[in-house]
């Protein structure tokens, strides 16, 4: 089985969710809670472990925020 690791720039996330909803297994979402410094609010996963590596996610991102690395387990 497969199993994704991310990795986010959170100075280049503009916070437009396009990534959370492409996500399959349902893990991205919007933390209201954490803004990088130009004040937009920026992405957290909910469950690593769940992660497919998939890298739809890093695909539709349009501003090249997200890294995939995807290892066997």
């Not at 492409?22 to 933390?31: A, E, G, M």
């Not at 937009?40 to 998939?54: A, E, F, N, Q, T």
Request: glycine share 6%; hydrophobic share 35%; net charge negative.
């Amino acid at each position: 089985m497969k199993k994704g690791s991310l990795t986010f720039d959170n100075e280049a996330c503009k916070g437009c969710e396009l990534c959370t909803h492409v996500c399959p297994v349902d893990i991205l979402h919007l933390d209201k809670n954490r803004m990088n410094s130009k004040g937009y609010h920026l992405i957290s996963v909910s469950d690593m472990d769940k992660c497919i590596g998939c890298a739809n996610c890093a695909i539709i991102c349009p501003d090249s925020v997200i890294k995939v690395e995807v290892a066997d387990r």
